[in-house]
């Protein structure tokens, strides 16, 4: 991880947040994933069913299961933990972001009627 903070340019860096719209339509577009980051006893009590569930603390053993030509997004229900895990993911060679908001923004802007612009297959 050191050398990858040293070789760092800024013009290497590419934007780390998702805003919830965007997200929206990258995951309409097959572009993205949402990686629903949250421990099992919470996502059992309210799920997002449209998500790769894996928790932060086993993604190192989890890595196969993601892909590497669509942008993941990782969320939580703030931001705290979907910070960390996007942060490894991209030390791992994933184009890793954080959805702006987090799941409770992303809840708020999908409930009732919205819910039918996620495109699901």
Same mark, same amino acid.
């Given at each position: ?48 069913? $449209?998500?790769? *569930?894996?928790?932060?603390?086993? =993604?190192?053993?989890?890595? @196969?299961? %993601?892909?590497?030509? /669509? #942008? ?21 060679? $994933?184009?890793? *972001?954080?959805?702006?908001?987090? =799941?409770?923004?992303?809840? @708020?802007? %999908?409930?009732?009627? /919205? #819910? ?6």
């Amino acid at each position: 991880m050191d050398e990858m903070v040293r070789n760092t340019m800024l013009k290497d860096i590419k934007p780390m947040k998702v805003e919830v719209e965007d997200f929206i339509e990258l995951f309409n577009e097959g572009k993205a994933i949402l990686l629903d980051i949250r421990e099992p006893f919470e996502t059992e009590a309210w799920s997002v069913n $449209f998500a790769v *569930k894996i928790p932060y603390n086993k =993604l190192p053993d989890m890595l @196969e299961n %993601l892909p590497k030509d /669509k #942008a993941i997004v990782c969320a939580c229900p703030i931001e705290y933990r979907a910070s960390m895990a996007k942060e490894y993911l991209r030390y791992k060679g $994933f184009d890793a *972001k954080t959805l702006n908001g987090g =799941l409770l923004v992303l809840m @708020e802007r %999908l409930k009732g009627g /919205k #819910a039918k612009d996620i495109k699901l297959t």
